[in-house]
């Protein structure tokens, strides 16, 4: 996992800061296949928070950075919590990374669930519990407006790319894969994707049809391999991978959906 550039340019600004820091506003980044959401955090410490994913995913990554966080989890990915006003958890896992300056730590937690959206909205605080240890709680005004901005961000690029709008209205319902992203391909055939390369970072986006199964596929960032669309989307099509988006008045529509190959070479030890 990679601590996002934005965090250390946070940092550097925010360490001449005083120690109790006015809250900014919420900020939404577009870019193509990817929505992020941050703020600078008020309270007895300066902090920061992050929430990026690519549309149709269903999987959020949560950056958390400040002083307070020093401990909170090691630079192994470990086991942790997100805790919510009224005892509310989130299981997740935690890498931390030192960074320079006044707020030198930042906390990672990838591959969290849709939830993370939902906990947001209606809290009022966020912290991380490690070990029994634990930072926080940060502020989070105005979370609910700040979340729908982001929802609206996915919706926009799914929309672009072919979905049905009526999902996305009150009543709505995005489709839910009925298999894990991770399990689409076997071993054996994200081996055959390689292409002679030691690694691989490629997003896929496919068609969902009324009835669930993909209908279509294509890449988003091929990787470097312009062999991989054809080779990941053949296994895939033709599959009835989701339960279908859903209109307000129940009939199902057409969706989009993503899902990433990530291949990594690991050295001989």
Excluded: H
């Amino acid at each position: 996992m990679r601590i996002e550039a934005w965090i250390a340019c946070a940092l550097v600004a925010m360490s001449s800061t005083p120690a109790v820091a006015q809250s900014g506003q919420w900020q939404v980044d577009v870019a193509p296949a990817q929505c992020r959401l941050s703020r600078n955090l008020a309270g007895a410490e300066p902090a920061a928070i992050s929430i990026q994913t690519v549309p149709g995913s269903d999987a959020y990554q949560l950056t958390l950075a400040g002083p307070g966080l020093r401990g909170i989890a090691g630079s192994q990915i470990e086991p942790a919590e997100l805790v919510f006003p009224d005892a509310d958890k989130i299981a997740v896992f935690a890498r931390a990374a030192r960074l320079d300056g006044a707020l030198s730590t930042a906390v990672q937690m990838g591959g969290i669930g849709p939830e993370l959206l939902d906990r947001l909205a209606g809290a009022s605080t966020i912290a991380l519990r490690r070990r029994n240890r634990e930072s926080g709680p940060l502020a989070l005004a105005s979370a609910a407006k700040a979340v729908a901005a982001l929802r609206r961000c996915n919706a926009d690029q799914l929309i672009e790319w072919g979905a049905d709008p009526a999902q996305f209205q009150p009543g709505g319902a995005m489709p839910v894969a009925l298999t894990p992203r991770e399990k689409w391909l076997t071993n054996s055939q994200l081996v055959g994707l390689t292409g002679g390369r030691s690694e691989i970072d490629a997003l896929l986006k496919v068609g969902v049809a009324t009835d669930g199964t993909i209908d279509s596929c294509d890449a988003i960032n091929d990787g470097g391999n312009p062999r991989l669309p054809k080779s990941a989307c053949a296994p895939v099509k033709g599959r009835k991978l989701f339960a279908p988006a859903r209109a307000p008045d129940g009939n199902a529509v057409r969706s989009v959906a993503t899902f990433s190959i990530q291949l990594i070479s690991r050295p001989n030890l």
